[in-house]
């Protein structure tokens, strides 16, 4: 990958403070241009985003890009991102965009783009893309303006029912009718779809976090914060609520974490391990395989080998984790963060709403509650520290840092891991450590955070 890529394209898609560059008005004018000039005419793209107060100004502005290379542009308002990958592949899309920043603070934001068959774009045209961006930005290229152009990009409420409908479609046949969950929106894009899909399925809910303001994504809520939901379930149970389980999603529900009705956390691990056994049982689960990353935890590949399955692991970031599924033609991945990607259908991206369907679906078919269906996962100690870094320089260049990395893997000695990488959208190094003693993880963490914070913090 060149280094042109690495600098505008992370892992996944472009991101970074709204109203700067990248995301600047030129920069993002200049990113639907370059999309709409690799799209075979007549083009047609749909745009959709969450609930950031700079969403609808980035997606005004890419959508200007768009019709200035002759593109046809229509908008599904706020939607979850896999909520537009689904409408660019079922309804004969050119492309989608999603102007999100997922999970992270409400000043950021970012662009992703879906090709027509609903996958992220290749790293090959998203280079294109770019190469054509730094020309535009050199050339001093001028953002187009047209008196005819509407000053906000309406929202087709159509466009987001659809998505809703094909959600309900997967969990058709199934009775959900007797669950009652309590749901995170993280005051995201969830709080558009969610209601109506839930509705739809006829499973009793209650919404928390679903009053979007413009600035309180992911604020002390949603997927970052799953204790949150685990706490209120647990304390509206003392009530006699009687909540079988909390959900909560990330600003843009690409992704869901889960508490269960006793109000204990799980992750995206432990939703991996269900859903494998179920379609296991199914014989949905090709191969016997699943895909997780380097971040999954040693008690899931236990607990996976133990009912023959087995585990592969890519690097982190769901866009490679579809690669190797994609490549050994595996029906189930994902990522612990909640990221989960099921492909015995016709997905084809992490759905933080089908997978709270899909959690639903085996609860409703099996009769069993959410901590039974997980009960032999037995989790490693795990830690994960972020440092933030001014560069990323390779770590194996680093020798503090590499000497501490060997040093902790060689007293480990296969009784844990040690998983040292960049963040693939933030400025960040993230350091996992799993151990087979709490001291020894933090003690062997703390070690490696500190030489880098000593050689490349900011």
């Not at 890009?65 to 899309?93: E, F, N």
């Not at 996992?432 to 490349?456: C, G, V």
Request: hydrophobic share 40%; aromatic share 4%; charged share 25%.
């Amino acid at each position: 990958m060149s280094e042109h890529v690495r600098q505008l394209f992370g892992t996944d898609g472009i991101r970074g403070v709204a109203g700067e560059p990248p995301l600047d008005e030129r920069t993002i004018f200049a990113v639907g241009q370059a999309l709409g000039h690799r799209l075979p005419a007549p083009a047609k793209v749909v745009i959709g985003q969450d609930t950031r107060e700079s969403s609808q100004w980035i997606g005004n502005t890419i959508a200007r890009g768009l019709r200035s290379a002759g593109v046809q542009v229509d908008s599904a308002g706020v939607i979850t991102t896999p909520g537009v990958a689904c409408l660019a592949r079922t309804l004969g899309y050119s492309a989608g965009v999603v102007i999100s920043a997922s999970h992270n603070p409400w000043r950021d934001n970012g662009i992703k783009v879906f090709s027509g068959d609903g996958y992220k774009l290749p790293d090959a045209i998203e280079h294109q893309i770019e190469g054509e961006i730094f020309s535009f930005l050199q050339k001093g290229g001028v953002v187009a303006a047209d008196a005819n152009e509407p000053s906000t990009l309406p929202g087709n409420a159509e466009l987001r029912r659809a998505y809703d409908a094909w959600l309900a479609r997967d969990a058709a046949g199934v009775r959900l009718g007797s669950l009652k969950v309590l749901v995170d929106c993280a005051n995201g894009a969830a709080t558009t779809v969610a209601p109506e899909m839930f509705r739809a399925c006829s499973i009793k809910t209650k919404f928390i976090h679903n009053n979007p303001d413009g600035k309180n994504i992911n604020d002390n809520c949603g997927a970052l914060h799953p204790d949150v939901v685990a706490r209120a379930v647990a304390e509206a149970n003392q009530r006699g609520e009687g909540f079988d389980l909390g959900v909560t999603f990330d600003g843009d529900a690409d992704r869901a974490l889960f508490a269960d009705a006793e109000g204990r956390v799980i992750n995206g691990d432990a939703v991996m391990l269900l859903a494998a056994r179920d379609l296991q049982a199914r014989g949905k689960l090709a191969n016997n395989t699943l895909v997780a990353t380097t971040m999954s935890n040693m008690g899931l590949e236990i607990a996976l080998r133990n009912s023959g399955i087995r585990m592969l692991r890519a690097p982190v970031g769901d866009k490679y984790v579809l690669e190797e599924m994609k490549k050994t033609g595996a029906t189930l991945g994902g990522e612990q963060s909640g990221h989960i990607i099921f492909r015995d259908g016709d997905a084809t991206t992490g759905d933080g709403l089908l997978t709270a369907l899909r959690v639903l679906e085996i609860m409703g078919r099996t009769k069993r509650p959410l901590s039974e269906l997980v009960a032999d996962l037995k989790v490693f100690p795990q830690v994960i520290k972020n440092i933030r870094v001014r560069e990323k320089k390779p770590l194996t260049d680093v020798p503090e840092v590499a000497g501490a990395i060997r040093s902790a893997e060689s007293e480990l000695n296969g009784n844990g891991r040690v998983v040292v990488r960049y963040s693939g959208t933030e400025a960040l190094a993230r350091v996992m450590i799993e151990a087979d003693s709490e001291d020894r993880m933090h003690r062997l963490a703390d070690s490696i955070a500190t030489a880098i914070q000593r050689t490349l913090g900011q």
